[in-house]
């Protein structure tokens, strides 16, 4: 049973930084094909993939953002972390990290987890 | 980039209706589109991926279609459970999302 569950500060500052801790179950992100991405959906909005890394640490990220992101794995603690730097009220929105079956669709998430950015 | 775009943006149903939700890509994606519904305050759920397969435990009245540029998912028979939003997706580079579709009670 993969379970995946996203965990960080609900609140940040205009200009911190965030730090987003996804833990997983159910699967090993070493095995050929894995992967671990990350998912933002701002309230009433649509869904906006952000990064991903694969099981050969590879790193993948959406053009728009890549200058203030940064995707980690730590395969012996089961946990992906991705930081975003820079931190804006429109960065507002629902964090969520889902699994990436080999053939490349996001078929496990987490439950999501709701950061606001305000002074 | 690959940008998604679906229509309608709302579509309003009555239960036994129907319903066919078009995604069109901006380039060519093959078949790398999935389709998922997600409910308020939920995360997304996986229904249909390479364009037609069905996940498993999804009901066989959600069909997925097309190739390249143009796809379809169709409910043959609205049920309650399934007023939601509906979101496709591409993964032939990268992942984008299209903006969604909100299926409501007419």
């Known amino acids: 049973q993969i379970t995946l569950k996203e965990s960080g500060p609900t609140l940040v500052k205009p200009t911190q930084t965030l730090t987003l801790t996804c833990t997983f179950s159910g699967f090993s992100l070493s095995i050929s094909g894995v992967g671990v991405g990350w998912i933002r959906q701002p309230p009433g909005k649509a869904l906006e993939w952000l990064a991903l890394i694969y099981w050969d640490d590879g790193e993948r990220y959406t053009s728009s953002l890549k200058n203030r992101l940064t995707i980690t794995k730590d395969t012996s603690k089961n946990n992906v972390v991705l930081t975003m730097t820079n931190m804006d009220p429109v960065d507002t929105a629902t964090y969520y990290c889902?699994?990436?079956?080999?053939?490349?669709?996001?078929?496990?998430w987490g439950q999501g987890t709701l950061v606001t950015v305000s002074s | 980039d690959i940008q998604m775009t679906q229509s309608p943006s709302t579509l309003s149903a009555s239960v036994g209706d129907r319903v066919t939700i078009t995604c069109r890509a901006s380039?060519?994606?093959?078949?790398?589109l999935a389709w998922y519904q997600q409910k308020p305050g939920k995360a997304p759920n996986l229904l249909i991926y390479?364009?037609?397969t069905l996940e498993s435990g999804v009901p066989s009245r959600f069909r997925g279609s097309g190739s390249g540029t143009e796809f379809t998912l169709t409910i043959s028979s609205l049920q309650p459970d399934d007023f939601a939003t509906y979101y496709c997706q591409q993964y032939n580079s990268y992942w984008t999302f299209g903006q969604g579709t909100k299926v409501e009670i007419k």
């Open positions: 390479m364009a037609s």
């Open positions: 889902a699994h990436r079956r080999g053939n490349g669709v996001f078929d496990f």
């Open positions: 380039q060519s994606i093959g078949s790398w």
